[in-house]
């Protein structure tokens, strides 16, 4: 008699869960920040090794731990992994990608990071949105102790960073695809809201917009410039914004004040290049896919991409500069790799490809889990 209510009981709680895991699940991969696209996936390890779901990616590990002996390159056989790193966290760049990889090595190799006051991941106002230079009251900066990291979002001023991080910082920027990131951040901060247009309509009447609905510089900063603005740009300034020649002075600077220039668009090749800079593991690279967002949403699938493309070019002019500058450079130097380095490649790639799938048999593992343990007092009763 009591067995049909039972097993009712049973399904019932089955459903309830499945249903409730699900969105948990595509919330933590989708968004990024969470357990199974990186840092968990990193310390879950031995669980799935334990569970043997995971000997594809332990296989995969192992190789890569053989393969890190035998390709690195001659000079840095006795090189010492940096610890001082300044990480300019530009917006829309998938820097979240890079910002997680970073938390994970602050754990690993023990780094002291600077951290904004507000206490949170802006070194500048959110409310009300003010992106401003950084200045050292933003830090919380204690001028006896000696800093590794600094990562948090921030606009740019070389005085003050030199000021609070080692003189011996690497330092990092990442940049995407000017035309790409634009859409990405309209999006993003809702600028349509303030525009009461589409970024499409907006770069048909850039200027129109801009008088119209901007009075101070708030979240505006992200549609013009965005990228170079917060490397430190005088944006505001109209008699330099569209100056070729002092573009090129500035671009000139960031290139003497970056060590390296992550492009979105081949990511997976500037993070092997930075491993070898670095003196990193290969392991300390590894990211997800899930935070990459690679397509156009609509409408922008059925626009005509060049020629807003070119629009946007006229408006950001100092931003497609600087990507073209960077992109170039990159680009010379990836020319320059032999044979190792495209080993090492592939191998990065295969071992990324295996913590994706890791992740799925990970959300299988914590189902099978919790599904054994709610199970329990219906089946005793
Ligand atoms: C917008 O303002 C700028 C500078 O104040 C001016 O040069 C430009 O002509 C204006 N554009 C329009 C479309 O009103
Ligand atoms: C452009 O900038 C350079 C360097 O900052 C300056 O010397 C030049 O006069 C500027 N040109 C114009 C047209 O304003
Ligand atoms: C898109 O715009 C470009 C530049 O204006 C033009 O050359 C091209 O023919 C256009 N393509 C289509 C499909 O309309």
């Given at each position: 008699m009591g067995s049909t209510p039972r097993r009712f009981f049973i399904y019932l709680a089955l459903c309830i869960t499945l249903a409730a895991l699900l969105p948990v699940y595509i919330w933590l991969t989708g968004a990024g920040?969470?357990?199974?696209?990186?840092t968990t996936v990193y310390r879950g390890f031995p669980l799935l090794k334990k569970t043997g779901m995971g000997s594809n990616f332990v296989s995969l590990m192992q190789r890569l731990d053989s393969g890190q002996k035998a390709y690195r390159i001659p000079e840095m056989t006795s090189c010492v992994p940096r610890r001082h790193i300044v990480f300019f966290r530009v917006s829309k760049c998938s820097s979240t990608t890079l910002y997680m990889l970073l938390q994970r090595a602050v754990v690993k190799y023990r780094l002291r990071v600077l951290r904004p006051k507000t206490n949170k991941?802006?070194?500048?106002?959110?409310?009300?949105y003010r992106p401003t230079k950084i200045t050292v009251h933003d830090a919380k900066y204690n001028p006896k102790l000696t800093y590794d990291v600094l990562m948090d979002h921030m606009i740019y001023d070389a005085d003050v960073i030199n000021k609070m991080m080692p003189s011996d910082s690497f330092h990092l920027a990442i940049l995407r695809e000017p035309f790409a990131q634009f859409i990405s951040a309209y999006d993003y901060f809702r600028l349509w809201v303030k525009f009461r247009v589409h970024s499409a309509e907006f770069l048909n009447h850039p200027h129109f917009y801009w008088n119209r609905s901007v009075s101070s510089r708030d979240k505006a900063t992200y549609a013009r410039n965005s990228m170079i603005s917060e490397l430190g740009?005088?944006?505001?300034r109209e008699d330099l914004r569209d100056n070729d020649t002092f573009i090129q002075s500035y671009i000139n600077f960031l290139d003497s004040a970056l060590d390296f220039v992550i492009i979105v668009e081949l990511l997976d090749e500037c993070l092997v290049y930075l491993r070898r800079l670095l003196c990193w593991t290969m392991e300390d690279m590894l990211y997800s896919n899930a935070n990459v967002q690679k397509k156009y949403r609509r409408p922008w699938r059925e626009q005509n991409n060049t020629l807003y493309k070119e629009k946007h070019k006229r408006w950001s002019k100092a931003d497609h500069q600087l990507y073209q500058h960077f992109l170039n450079k990159f680009l010379a130097t990836l020319r320059r790799q032999g044979h190792d380095f495209f080993e090492e490649l592939s191998i990065f790639r295969k071992a990324k490809d295996a913590l994706d799938r890791c992740g799925v048999y990970m959300m299988f593992y914590i189902m099978w889990f919790f599904l054994l343990r709610l199970g329990k007092p219906f089946c005793e009763g």
């Open positions: 920040h969470g357990l199974f696209s990186k991941i802006h070194f500048y106002r959110v409310h009300p740009f005088p944006d505001e």
